[in-house]
């Protein structure tokens, strides 16, 4: 099965609201016009092209990301405030047939090697296609996206993802989080991203919905945003908690009645803020999480329950995960002992640009 089907098995009939806030976007709308674009794209450049998304989390992203999923091409999302000699890098290294992007990016970075698709054309009629479904058993080995990480020399490096990966990560993630169609995530953090990238993954495939925030400096709007919008979860890195902390007068003070659930990632957040927050918000819950890109997202959590026990703790694998620590030998550690953490599982990644 190929991810996108994965991702609307359950939902691409339904006129539920998906994308909520200044963009309305419903299940069945982001499906057929994925669906649309998705044949033009296999029509016009086939399939297992890389092909780069250069736009911020709005619905052109939604669309264009999906439709290059659906028609089994390579997604490669990246920061739209990238500088140009990393374009240039990764657009040598990947050799993309196509870029969508927004008209200021063009100008801005002086493209003119790669044929680009902008939001005010996607309405074109070259680009509305019928999706012709296959049966077929799709290869899920396949790479379904590229997510590029600074790495630790500095240097853009390329994790290739599969459709495999993102399926495996995407339901062990609704297992322990236990997702619903009830959920709705404020998403503040960018889908080229794999963090973010896994909160659009998991509320499409239970039926939930997202509210896009791309301006968190604005702390004003964020509380707004939780609270008209209703949403039940929030997801965020270290730096996103430490500012709605300590750096907002009214967040702590501010009552969040639908608030469920807050997730964190992306780097370790000292416990005294954690216990700050759940101090000042006891009957929310604060989930620590521990992940990778090479990971698909996703490799541990630690249980609400767990968390006075084990603090400081990045806790146990997601269901489908093996964790253990070994030392330079490859043994496992004892209790205390320091080691490297090692992983298995179906989310982990393919094969990286350097191997």
Known sequence: MNAFDYFFEKTSGLEKLFLVGKENVTFKQLFDSSCSLAAYLEKEYGRNRNV??????????????????????????????????NLNYI??????????????????????????IFPDTLNNREH???????????DQELCAEII???????????????????????????????????????????????????????????????????????????????IEHRCTGFAGVPSHFQILLRKSDNFKKTEFPDLKYVTQAGGKLAPIFIDEF??????????????????????????????????GSMGKGIPGVELKVVN???RLVKPGEVGEVIAHGDNRHMVNEKD
Not at 53 to 66: D, G, K, P, Q, R
Not at 93 to 114: A, I, N, S, Y
Not at 128 to 138: G, L
């Open 328 to 330: 330079e030998k490859g």
């Open 52 to 85: 780069i998304l250069l736009s911020a989390n709005n619905e052109f992203f939604l669309i264009a990301y999906f439709a290059i999923i659906k028609s089994g091409n390579v997604c490669i999302p990246l920061d739209p405030n990238i500088e140009k000699e």
């Open 128 to 138: 509305k296609e019928p999706w012709k479904e296959v049966n077929e058993d799709y």
């Open 91 to 116: 657009t040598n290294l990947t050799k993309p047939v196509l870029m969508f992007m927004t008209r200021d990016l063009e100008q801005k970075l002086g493209l003119d090697q790669v044929n680009p």
């Open 148 to 226: 590029f990480t600074s790495g630790s020399t500095g240097v853009p490096k390329g994790v290739m993802i599969s459709h495999k990966n993102l399926i495996a990560n995407t339901e062990s993630i609704i297992n322990y989080l236990k997702l619903s169609e009830n959920d709705r995530m404020l998403v503040v953090l960018p889908f080229y991203y794999c963090y973010g990238l896994s909160l659009l993954h998991t509320h499409l495939r239970v039926g939930g919905s997202i509210v896009l925030n791309n301006a968190f400096i604005f702390l004003g709007g964020v509380i707004k945003n939780l």
């Open 278 to 311: 759940r101090n000042a918000f006891p009957d929310v819950t604060f989930i620590v999480m521990y992940g990778q890109t090479e990971a698909t997202a996703r490799l541990s959590y630690l249980p609400p329950y767990l968390y006075e026990q084990k603090k």
